[in-house]
């Protein structure tokens, strides 16, 4: 039976009378890639804060690893990497130097280390550009980078927030080889993704989120299911049920008036 790594209860985040994530519940497993759904302001990116513990929830808890994040997070984040929408690097750095400093922080062994960081660099394309500074790296050079420097102690838990932003189709498909063989490999992979395509061929089940609460989760072929329709796509039941079915139609219908 695999073992769940990531777990949640009633986790709660409140600002003002507002719950932007309310009694929020789930459970993913090691070996799954879990993709987390949800309108613009449905609180996908303040449930990752909370998870790798950015942020203290208002109420609830969160695991990693089965230690609770606001009580043990430095054992809780030795266990994860987190990679957010919009990354933060520094530029005065070669790539080498911020993946050797990344893996100090994780105490990895110098050797393993440099072993690491330049397997990481040929898999993302990095080897040759690896020892000019960052500043002078494109934004989809950075991501990898990033996404390079969260792989490099080999974490059990991966929590990812649009990791396809600024990627080219080539290095998004690495991307989604990479986390697909961390999961065979025993990781939990938990990312948020607008691109509902890569959802559906990545993950093995997906939760929906809608203003704070998580309405739906399961696999494609579940959800299917759950909404009656055998053969919709997942862009489909998203639609459905956060309620953007009649924009989408909408749109159609507005797009084919004007291609008369």
């Not at 105490?107 to 690896?130: D, I, N």
């Not at 489909?236 to 004007?258: K, M, P, Q, V, Y």
């Amino acid at each position: 039976m695999n073992e769940i790594l990531i777990r949640t209860q009633q986790l709660t985040k409140r600002y003002g009378n507002i719950n932007v994530v309310d009694k929020l519940n789930l459970e993913v497993k090691s070996g799954e890639i879990y993709g987390f759904l949800g309108p613009n302001g449905a609180g996908k990116t303040t449930t990752i804060r909370m998870l790798c513990g950015l942020l203290d929830a208002s109420e609830g808890e969160a695991y990693i690893c089965g230690y609770n994040i606001a009580r043990e997070a430095a054992l809780a984040k030795g266990m994860m990497a987190y990679v957010p929408d919009q990354p933060k690097i520094y530029g005065k750095l070669t790539a080498r130097e911020f993946l050797q400093l990344v893996a100090a922080l994780y105490r990895m062994p110098k050797e393993a280390a440099q072993e690491r960081a330049a397997q990481l660099m040929a898999m993302f394309g990095l080897a040759e550009r690896a020892d000019e500074l960052l500043e002078g790296y494109s934004h989809g050079m950075r991501q990898k980078v990033v996404l390079a420097a969260a792989l490099i102690h080999q974490p059990r838990v991966i929590l990812l927030d649009e990791p396809t932003v600024g990627l080219d189709p080539a290095s998004a498909r690495l991307l989604k080889d990479v986390l697909q063989e961390m999961a065979r490999q025993g990781a939990a992979v938990f990312l948020s993704t607008h691109i509902l395509e890569i959802a559906e061929r990545m993950c093995h089940r997906v939760g929906i989120l809608k203003e704070g609460k998580l309405i739906a989760q399961g696999s494609p072929a579940e959800l299917r299911q759950m909404v009656g329709h055998g053969d919709e796509s997942l862009e489909d039941i998203f639609l459905e049920l956060t309620g953007g079915h009649e924009t989408a139609e909408l749109i159609r219908s507005l797009e084919e008036g004007n291609n008369q």
